[in-house]
């Protein structure tokens, strides 16, 4: 397999990706941009610490890179099945430090099933938005590094009792479940870990959306 024919094949991954340059690619998957850039130019060969990350974080299919064969990501969505696109926030994150989903922020356009957001009972695709979570304290509903489904909202008064939430406070933003008294006289933030406390709201939040379900992206 030719390095040079492997460095084109790079190239096509980050233009898939929304024309993302070599160091923001780089800075993504935690390598450094002059190995990527080699990497590209074919004057440093895909070793296994290269491969790994880059599989991992954009979960890339290795033998599409290395050969050629197969589909460019894992698990790709076979062009027979309806699809819808939904904001992708690569380097956005929730639960321990993800701030509010503005314009301001990039994002990647994410085709996927509209029978998966169907069955999450999620109408509007436009509405939805795919980001990572990190930490612990929503263990077991969702690990460090899993991507979750936010559905956007406005108001307090329209999640329910329980339901996992993004709050922002005062610009730090959690994933958790939002408790509130069954006469709005009060709310919190619950952990599914017994080992987190729970957080009292005032007035300085603001709910950014509910979580309908979980998923690994293919970028």
Same mark, same amino acid.
């Given at each position: 397999? !030719?390095?040079?024919?492997? %460095?084109?094949?790079?190239?096509?991954?980050?233009?898939?990706?929304?024309?993302? !340059?070599?160091?923001?690619?780089?800075?993504?998957? $935690?390598? *450094?941009? @002059?190995?990527? /850039?080699?990497?590209?130019?074919?004057?440093?060969?895909?070793?296994?610490?290269?491969?790994?990350?880059?599989?991992?974080? @954009?979960?890339?299919?290795?033998?599409?890179?290395?050969? %050629?064969?197969?589909? #460019?990501?894992?698990?790709?969505? +076979?062009?027979?099945?309806? =699809?819808?696109?939904?904001?992708?926030?690569?380097?956005?994150?929730?639960?321990?430090? @993800?701030?509010?989903?503005?314009?301001?922020?990039?994002?990647? &356009?994410?085709?996927?099933?509209?029978?998966?957001?169907?069955?999450?009972?999620?109408?509007?695709? +436009?509405?939805?938005?795919?980001? &990572?979570?990190?930490?612990?304290? #929503?263990?077991?509903? +969702?690990?460090? $590094?899993? *991507?979750?489904?936010?559905?956007?909202?406005?108001?307090?008064? *329209?999640?329910?009792?329980?339901?996992?939430?993004?709050?922002?406070?005062?610009?730090?933003?959690?994933? &958790? /479940?939002?408790?509130?008294?069954?006469?709005? /006289?009060?709310?919190?933030?619950?952990?599914?870990?017994?080992? @987190? +406390?729970?957080?009292?709201?005032?007035?300085?939040?603001?709910?950014? $959306?509910?979580? /309908?379900? =979980?998923?690994?992206?293919?970028?």
């Amino acid at each position: 397999m !030719s390095k040079v024919d492997i %460095g084109e094949r790079l190239k096509q991954i980050r233009k898939v990706l929304g024309n993302l !340059s070599v160091k923001k690619f780089a800075d993504g998957a $935690g390598l *450094s941009d @002059y190995k990527v /850039r080699d990497c590209e130019l074919g004057r440093q060969r895909f070793d296994d610490e290269i491969l790994s990350a880059i599989g991992n974080f @954009y979960n890339v299919n290795i033998d599409w890179l290395l050969r %050629g064969t197969g589909a #460019m990501f894992i698990g790709q969505i +076979a062009d027979s099945v309806k =699809k819808v696109k939904v904001n992708y926030y690569p380097e956005v994150s929730a639960a321990m430090g @993800y701030g509010a989903i503005n314009s301001d922020l990039e994002c990647i &356009k994410y085709e996927i099933s509209a029978d998966l957001l169907e069955t999450m009972g999620i109408k509007d695709s +436009a509405a939805v938005d795919l980001i &990572k979570v990190y930490g612990d304290s #929503m263990e077991p509903f +969702a690990s460090s $590094g899993e *991507s979750v489904f936010v559905e956007r909202v406005e108001r307090a008064e *329209s999640v329910k009792n329980n339901a996992v939430a993004i709050v922002n406070i005062e610009g730090e933003v959690y994933l &958790k /479940r939002f408790v509130k008294d069954p006469l709005g /006289r009060w709310y919190k933030l619950r952990s599914e870990n017994p080992a @987190y +406390a729970d957080i009292d709201l005032r007035d300085n939040f603001a709910i950014i $959306g509910v979580v /309908r379900g =979980k998923f690994k992206p293919f970028v």
